[in-house]
């Protein structure tokens, strides 16, 4: 204001010649100018000023921050990887739930069991609850409702029960988490899959080789092929070639057999003995010619005690057209 009342002052001093009424006029008009600028300049400062802060006594329209619920009610199992050597797993059982167990078994023998996670070894297998490769089992208090856990290997499938271990060494599950798969903590060990052929198709292939058809190499043309030729070194000779075709189509298929077991297991594929990784799974491509293919798998104990067996059996059938 005190800006304002000197620039007045200096304008009307300026205005010195004319009638008196005329002076007193344009005085005034100076006056309401200056005046009316000055209050718009106050009232843009402070539309500006209200951009950037709330004015007192206002309420502000919004929400106070909230804390997460400690539990939403729902009986579930999470399992999540923390690294290739550590999981972690969080979980919330309903009291309902709770009750529910203490009115099948009674509660005496409800507060005698202890309360288990256990961890099973999931690793190449569709788990079904009674076969896991492995599993051990930690115990946790009541009032936990999370736990990481130490699994001692990288590169594994691991599945966790929530559960109740009875002092006969029965168990019931509670709840179960997901499957999750860890880490490796270095180069993969799995170069390329282990060939396997049938010895029929091996034969196939072997006459083809030589340009014997389909021919067994153990058949009439084989040795036909050895006796006039005057020696083995007439399987390098040279084939004669067909005739180029301007348009062709190729199709063939590949069997896939993969499983898992005790690392020190003997374990035979169609009669072979066949090599295990060192955390004892393995992977098998076979030719996959038309017809049934009948793939025995068998897995042997190493103290000779037990033995499982498992047989897919595939079949092809290619239509040309």
């Not at 033995?307 to 092809?316: A, G, L, Q």
Request: proline share 5%; with cysteine; net charge positive.
């Amino acid at each position: 204001m005190v800006e304002t009342s000197r620039r007045i002052k200096r304008k009307t001093l300026n205005i010195k010649k004319g009638p008196k009424k005329v002076l007193a006029r344009a005085r005034k008009k100076v006056v309401a100018a200056a005046i009316k600028k000055e209050s718009v300049g106050t009232e843009e400062v402070m539309i500006g000023r209200t951009k950037f802060s709330h004015p007192e006594g206002v309420p502000l329209h919004r929400s106070p921050p909230q804390e997460l619920p400690s539990q939403y009610d729902q009986d579930r199992l999470v399992l999540q990887v923390r690294d290739p050597w550590w999981i972690y797993a969080y979980w919330e059982v309903r009291n309902h739930t709770l009750e529910e167990i203490k009115a099948k078994i009674g509660e005496h023998v409800f507060y005698q069991a202890k309360r288990i996670l256990r961890a099973y070894d999931v690793t190449s297998i569709i788990f079904n609850g009674s076969n896991a490769n492995r599993f051990f089992d930690i115990q946790i208090s009541e009032y936990a409702n999370s736990w990481y856990i130490d699994i001692g290997g990288a590169g594994r499938s691991w599945c966790v029960d929530l559960g109740l271990l009875f002092t006969d060494g029965r168990f019931i599950t509670i709840l179960r988490s997901n499957v999750v798969q860890t880490p490796l903590d270095g180069p993969s060990w799995i170069t390329d899959e282990e060939w396997m052929i049938p010895d029929d198709m091996f034969s196939r292939l072997y006459g083809m080789g030589f340009g014997l058809g389909k021919s067994s190499p153990v058949g009439k043309a084989w040795r036909e092929r050895i006796v006039s030729s005057g020696g083995v070194a007439s399987m390098a000779s040279p084939v004669k070639k067909a005739a180029e075709k301007k348009f062709w189509l190729s199709v063939d298929c590949e069997l896939i057999v993969y499983g898992a077991t005790e690392p020190d297991a003997r374990v035979t594929v169609q009669g072979k003995t066949i090599k295990l990784r060192k955390d004892g799974t393995f992977t098998l491509r076979f030719v996959l010619p038309d017809g049934k293919q009948i793939i025995p798998v068998k897995a042997h104990s190493s103290d000779g005690l037990d033995e499982r067996s498992i047989t897919p059996i595939v079949s092809r059938e290619t239509k040309i057209g």
